[in-house]
């Protein structure tokens, strides 16, 4: 069984920065690509960026130059350092692992944490 928890969302004015944190945690062998997602009642879902265990990282194209995804293979935790935030990026942020464990390679998601910023 694989764990995903995130922590680190809040309210925050616009222009300012918050850090998101996702640990994966049990039976894990290894993860694969992590990423950041975001869903808002009007959008759906979205990706916000992934980071591959190599080490390449993808944007979506609204974050490009302001988020930062970051992973800690030893503590099988990803990051995401968002800053310049806009109203336009308040969501409910998820966390993804995609782990390998003795059932196989699953992608597992965390409960979410909300990120609100102000105008």
């Known amino acids: 069984q694989v764990q995903v928890v995130e922590s680190g969302g809040g309210l925050v004015q616009a222009g300012g920065s918050l850090r998101l944190s996702c640990v994966a945690s049990g039976s894990i062998l290894r993860i694969e690509t992590m990423g950041w997602y975001r869903q808002t009642p009007g959008r759906g879902r979205e990706l916000v960026a992934t980071?591959?265990?190599?080490?390449?990282?993808n944007y979506a194209d609204s974050v490009k130059g302001r988020f930062t995804i970051s992973r800690d293979d030893a503590k099988n935790m990803v990051r995401i350092q968002m800053d310049s935030l806009n109203p336009e990026d308040t969501a409910v942020y998820y966390c993804n692992a995609n782990a390998v464990s003795a059932i196989g390679l699953r992608s597992y998601w965390g409960q979410g944490t909300q990120v609100t910023v102000s105008s």
């Open positions: 980071i591959t265990r190599g080490g390449i990282s």
